[in-house]
């Protein structure tokens, strides 16, 4: 991803310290399926694709942390969830919409990033 994006490293859910991990590529390890998030309880470690488009990622961070917070509450709920959240926060002008059409290798965000903020990139 070559768009601006400021990355998350870490979060402290219910007093617990989750690491957040940027990786090329998320697989779910029992189907071997190729993903945009993951939530590793027992890790206490949240996986978010970089090979993703850039108007998902804020959704998948939301995503992940929902599932971070509750469990046990089903896929479906916690889609839906993330998706209202962010809609919420967009309306607020907390979060930025994203271009549906960029994807995460070759997004281009106009402007030059933030002095501190960190960019999502890949190899290549």
Not at 99 to 105: F, I, P, V
Request: hydrophobic share 35%.
């Amino acid at each position: 991803m070559s768009a601006a994006v400021k990355r998350i490293r870490s979060a402290t859910l219910r007093g617990r310290k989750w690491k957040v991990r940027w990786l090329d590529r998320v697989f779910d390890a029992a189907t071997g399926r190729e993903l945009y998030g993951q939530c590793d309880h027992a890790a206490s470690t949240i996986n978010i694709s970089l090979n993703q488009p850039l108007s998902e990622v804020d959704d998948t961070i939301i995503h992940e942390i929902l599932h971070a917070l509750m469990p046990k509450v089903k896929e479906k709920r916690i889609r839906s969830g993330a998706t209202e959240l962010l809609a919420a926060l967009r309306h607020a002008g907390l979060c930025p919409k994203r271009n549906r059409h960029e994807t995460g290798n070759r997004a281009e965000t106009p402007g030059s990033p933030e002095k501190g903020n960190e960019r999502l990139e890949t190899d290549g």
